[in-house]
């Protein structure tokens, strides 16, 4: 299993920041299958990224994802209100599809 | 379009079972497959498995096997999860989630989430 290590746990900015967000895996994912999340309190997670880096459809061109083998990067350049939220990476090129636990970015 | 509309709220015993239901449309059923994902109270996502309508194919995670079960009905487009001897920290929201098993995709479209909580 493929284990995903998320840091940090939590990110404190202000609007307008930018906020790096580091996803650290176990083993080598396949092909980059890494996609990211973003999730809001009482609602489903929402994809943003598939494949390391390819935004999800009507996703906002200041979410952008970096990275391969190991060790990946969302960023989120000039931060808006409505991004602060828990936002999770998935490996899903191999079984079982894990995710990481999560980075809060919460409002500084 | 796309949609995946989960059964409600639970509430239920120590030992009890639940069975979710996860109602889809907008595409073709058999073509993709079900995954569910569990998320407890302020924690994260943690994927049970995955069913493939198709053929009943099912892939369940070492930490729920012999206490899940995954099924569908082709007829309905539904897709349920059964999860069987409740403890307390089963407590959680269950998601599905379109998957398609065996190929690498991300998870684009998910339901709205079940709450089940077991207490006594």
């Known amino acids: 299993e493929i284990v995903l290590t998320q840091s940090p746990a939590t990110l404190s900015l202000s609007p307008g920041e930018r906020a790096t967000l580091s996803c650290r895996a176990s083993?080598?994912?396949?092909?980059?299958?890494l996609a990211w999340y973003q999730q809001k309190p009482g609602q489903a997670p929402r994809l943003l990224i598939y494949?390391?880096?390819t935004r999800a459809t009507g996703i906002p061109d200041r979410f952008s994802g970096s990275g391969s083998g190991t060790d990946f990067t969302l960023t989120i350049r000039r931060l808006e209100p409505e991004d602060f939220a828990v936002y999770y990476c998935?490996?899903?090129?191999?079984?079982?599809?894990?995710f990481g636990q999560g980075t809060k970015l919460e409002i500084k | 379009q796309v949609q995946l509309v989960q059964s409600g709220a639970e509430v239920k015993n120590p030992g009890a079972s639940v069975k979710v239901s996860c109602k889809a449309s907008?595409?073709?059923?058999?073509?993709?497959?079900i995954a569910w994902v569990r998320q407890a109270p302020g924690q994260g996502l943690e994927w049970m498995g995955w069913?493939?309508?198709?053929?009943?194919?099912?892939n369940y995670t070492e930490k729920f096997q012999g206490r899940v079960t995954m099924t569908t009905d082709t007829s309905t487009s539904t897709a349920y999860m059964e999860l069987r001897s409740l403890r307390s920290d089963d407590t959680a929201v269950f998601y599905c989630?379109?998957?398609?098993?065996?190929?690498?995709?991300?998870?684009?479209?998910w339901g709205q989430g079940t709450l089940v909580t077991v207490s006594s």
């Open positions: 989630a379109r998957d398609l098993p065996g190929l690498p995709v991300a998870f684009t479209y």
């Open positions: 907008g595409y073709s059923f058999t073509t993709f497959g």
């Open positions: 069913i493939t309508p198709s053929n009943g194919n099912t």
């Open positions: 083993q080598s994912v396949s092909s980059s299958y």
């Open positions: 494949g390391a880096s």
């Open positions: 998935q490996q899903y090129g191999t079984s079982p599809r894990t």
